[in-house]
């Protein structure tokens, strides 16, 4: 006769020790299968609990002191468990978080946003682990002004990791986008245009038209126009709005 599952173990990784409480509380009142480890409080003590213990999830906050839950990551390498972020501030990081379709909780929790990471987590733990590339990519999105800066885009099977710099542009299809690189091949994205324009550097891409995200570095040629045209180093023709019209020259005019 096959044994029971055993219980999914827990480490909490929090600088704040309210909201190491009151997730350890939640989980314990609402997720008695989860069973908690230990808790730490910064990232070194994170790093020797996880090593030690060997937890199946990592509840990790994004900001611990005066370094981050991405500098833990790196140093566990690919030895890590599932991880569910949790932040309470809503901002970059979350938006690239969110991206990269990886687990977060806002702060304060919610008791059901909670059961939908556990559940996804439990079920994780028998699975494929999370690829190391989603987190290479989203460690790579917080850096300031990274030279080499890499996204998580999901696709239909997956996730693709690519350098923004080979994004030639971007274009709203219904519910989905299409990523247009430079060496001709496009990507189908389950993500809007909004969210891209929400993770790409303004610096480098610009709305120029409700369907379209351009990078400016790949502009070949301006026409102008009552908007105006724009021709890509791919040879697309792309049409700008009156209205986006000042906001790409001005992007043109800082390259």
């Known amino acids: 006769m096959t044994g029971a599952k055993p219980a999914t173990t827990v480490v909490i990784v929090d600088?704040?020790?309210?909201?190491?409480?009151?997730?350890?509380?939640?989980?314990?009142?609402?997720?008695?299968?989860?069973?908690?480890l230990g808790m730490a409080g910064s990232v070194g003590t994170g790093i020797e609990l996880i090593t030690r213990?060997?937890?199946?999830?990592?509840?990790?906050?994004?900001e611990l002191g005066d370094r981050t839950g991405f500098d833990l990551l790196e140093a566990l390498g690919m030895d890590r468990p599932h991880v569910?972020?949790?932040?309470?501030?809503?901002?970059?990081?979350?938006?690239?978080?969110?991206?990269?379709?990886?687990?977060?909780?806002?702060?304060?929790?919610?008791?059901?946003?909670?059961?939908?990471?556990?559940?996804?987590?439990?079920?994780?733990?028998?699975?494929?682990?999370?690829?190391?590339?989603?987190?290479?990519?989203?460690?790579?999105?917080?850096?300031?002004?990274?030279?080499?800066?890499?996204?998580a885009l999901p696709v239909s099977?997956?996730?693709?990791?690519?350098?923004?710099?080979?994004?030639?542009?971007c274009r709203s299809a219904g519910g989905y986008s299409e990523v247009h690189r430079t060496d001709g091949s496009r990507l189908v994205v389950?993500?809007?245009?909004?969210?891209?324009?929400?993770?790409l550097r303004p610096e480098e891409f610009i709305r120029v038209h409700h369907t379209h995200l351009v990078?400016?570095?790949?502009?070949?040629?301006?026409i102008r126009?009552?908007?105006?045209?724009?021709?890509?180093?791919?040879?697309?023709?792309i049409t700008v709005s009156r209205r986006k019209r000042q906001d790409l020259l001005d992007a043109l005019a800082r390259m």
């Not at 213990?53 to 994004?62: A, I, R």
């Not at 690239?96 to 919610?110: C, E, H, M, Q, T």
């Not at 990078?215 to 301006?222: A, E, G």
């Not at 126009?225 to 697309?236: N, P, Q, R």
Request: aromatic fraction near 6%.
């Open 53 to 62: 213990l060997g937890p199946d999830v990592l509840f990790l906050d994004v």
């Open 157 to 169: 099977n997956g996730l693709e990791v690519i350098s923004t710099h080979d994004i030639v542009y």
């Open 84 to 151: 569910i972020f949790t932040t309470a501030h809503v901002g970059y990081a979350v938006k690239a978080i969110r991206f990269s379709a990886l687990d977060f909780l806002l702060k304060p929790v919610d008791p059901d946003e909670l059961g939908l990471a556990v559940d996804k987590a439990v079920h994780a733990r028998d699975a494929v682990p999370q690829h190391s590339d989603q987190f290479i990519a989203l460690l790579r999105n917080l850096l300031p002004a990274p030279q080499d800066r890499r996204i």
């Open 215 to 222: 990078n400016v570095r790949h502009v070949r040629k301006y």
């Open 225 to 237: 126009g009552e908007g105006g045209e724009l021709i890509m180093v791919d040879g697309s023709n």
């Open 190 to 199: 389950c993500r809007s245009l909004g969210d891209f324009e929400g993770i």
């Open 15 to 36: 600088d704040d020790q309210h909201a190491r409480e009151v997730l350890s509380g939640a989980l314990a009142c609402h997720h008695p299968d989860m069973r908690l």
